[in-house]
């Protein structure tokens, strides 16, 4: 059954247990509020971080209240990752920040367009939980800018977009499971939420369980430390409909492989439907046993292609008349995005990245997006896009420079000849891409962002103390931005 989440707890005084037994009051908030401003600054915090209201902390996602969606997106790209920093600081782990209007204010502000779909009133309108129990049942927060109408259909993803919307729609499939798979930030985790909205709205009888292969695991581990597998079992094997995200995660994690690989099984013959993705083909899954890759690819297997330029020009413009509705005084001069769509060609997290930087901007300055405000505005992503470096890369070099396997970067051992490469590696990832430090904790073996954070800090510490240090990080990054 689909339940969408009540609002819990009130302005007054929230005290919420993270899935980690940690818990976070509105004073422990206060708090970290209060040394965000010196990370960044008096005025972005009066403008951006007082207005944020903490509501909820559940399963390691804490939910934030914000005046409008915009202001939401503006926080999350701009401070999302010092908002983690100074909660972990505070002792609060944090797997995933939400910011999101209340049902009242959502109501009263958003255009019809921009409401989430399947809200109803008296809930909040985001998130919504799939799910009936939040202790016991596996469940995600269904993002409400993720749905088909807000997806852009081009020749790169009009695939993937058809076989989802074929699954949303219901009915007999041809196929099962279906697998997406594509680079970073091409549109998986969108499409997946998409069919979790539509099946919310048209076919709430469905018990439908959209995850990640990570959360998928701490269940699983969780469940065997208590004793409790045979409700794990019975939770994932009852279901209509899984979707499992990012399912390269299970790679070198036999036992979790394994009961996915019995769920996998149960529900196929059960003829339930699955949805899977992934960052590569099944076939080229590193770590995963091949009778499991063989099974998850016997469906439909859906690659999501690089978006081109026509593509780019799409999502651009569509998400542009998405803020326009928000702010509706502001100009685009002709030529933006077609400068933006040929100048930032990686995935699309970062392009919308820069959009929201450019409306917030010109929303404050009240001045038009003209080109020029563009190149002024974006010259750090723009320059990060013109390197294009990958963290992939960076690994790469760094393991290269100090002469250690790649495996072993990468890899769980902790000794310091391997520890101190990854960490220059992870403060590179840091400086040198436009990825969030959970993004980075994932190409590293899937470590939590807490440690990529601790690695940053690390060498930041030891690039003023240690000069060979220093003489490795100015020699790679020169590597680097050759
Ligand atoms: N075709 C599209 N139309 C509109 N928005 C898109 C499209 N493709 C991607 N996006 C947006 O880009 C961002 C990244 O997409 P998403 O998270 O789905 O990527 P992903 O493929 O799951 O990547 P990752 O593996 O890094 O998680 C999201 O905000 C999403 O809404």
């Not at 040198?432 to 601790?454: A, K, N, Q, Y």
Request: proline share 4%.
């Amino acid at each position: 059954m689909w339940v969408a989440k009540a609002g819990r707890g009130g302005r007054a005084r929230v005290t919420m247990k993270a899935g980690r037994g940690q818990v976070m009051t509105n004073d422990n908030w206060a708090q970290v509020s209060e040394e965000l401003k010196q990370a960044v600054g008096a005025n972005n915090h009066t403008t951006w971080i007082a207005p944020l209201r903490f509501e909820a902390l559940v399963d390691g996602v804490a939910r934030f209240h914000v005046p409008t969606t915009f202001h939401g997106n503006y926080v999350l790209q701009n401070f999302g990752d010092q908002i983690l920093t100074q909660l972990a600081r505070a002792g609060v782990t944090v797997q995933r920040l939400i910011f999101a209007q209340s049902a009242s204010a959502s109501a009263a502000s958003r255009p019809a367009a921009a409401q989430p779909s399947g809200s109803s009133s008296g809930q909040p309108a985001a998130p919504a939980l799939i799910s009936d129990d939040d202790d016991a049942t596996p469940s995600a927060t269904l993002d409400p800018r993720f749905t088909f109408d807000r997806f852009v259909v081009g020749k790169p993803n009009e695939m993937a977009h058809a076989a989802a919307r074929r699954i949303a729609e219901g009915g007999s499939l041809g196929f099962n499971p279906l697998f997406l798979y594509g680079g970073v930030g091409l549109g998986k985790t969108h499409l997946m939420h998409a069919i979790g909205h539509e099946m919310r709205q048209h076919q709430p009888h469905l018990k439908v369980v959209l995850t990640s292969a990570e959360q998928f695991m701490y269940r699983f581990i969780t469940a065997l430390r208590d004793k409790r597998m045979m409700d794990f079992k019975q939770l994932f094997r009852s279901v209509d409909v899984l979707m499992v995200d990012d399912i390269q995660f299970l790679g070198g994690k036999d036992s979790t492989q394994e009961e996915f690989f019995h769920t996998f099984n149960a529900l196929i013959d059960a003829g339930k439907r699955i949805i899977i993705s992934a960052d590569r083909a099944p076939g080229a899954m590193k770590d995963v046993e091949e009778r499991i890759t063989s099974r998850m690819g016997s469906g439909l297997v859906v690659d999501l292609f690089p978006t081109d330029f026509e593509l780019r020009v799409g999502i651009l413009q569509a998400k542009a008349d998405y803020y326009r509705a928000q702010y509706p005084g502001i100009v685009v001069q002709p030529g933006v995005y077609e400068f933006l769509a040929h100048r930032i060609s990686n995935n699309v997290r970062v392009l919308e990245g820069a959009l929201t930087r450019l409306f917030a901007f010109a929303s404050l300055v009240g001045r038009e997006i003209s080109l020029e405000m563009t190149q002024d505005c974006l010259a750090d992503i723009l320059r990060a896009s013109d390197r294009k470096i990958t963290v992939e890369e960076i690994q790469r070099r760094v393991s290269e420079h100090y002469n250690i396997r790649l495996s072993d970067m990468i890899g769980p051992k902790r000794v310091r000849n391997y520890a101190r490469p990854r960490q220059v590696a992870m403060y590179l990832s840091k400086k040198l891409t436009s990825r969030s430090l959970p993004e980075i904790g994932r190409r590293f073996g899937g470590r939590d962002h807490t440690t990529v954070m601790h690695g940053v800090r690390k060498i930041e510490e030891l690039k003023s103390t240690d000069s060979q240090i220093a003489d490795d990080l100015e020699l790679l990054r020169r590597a680097l931005e050759e």
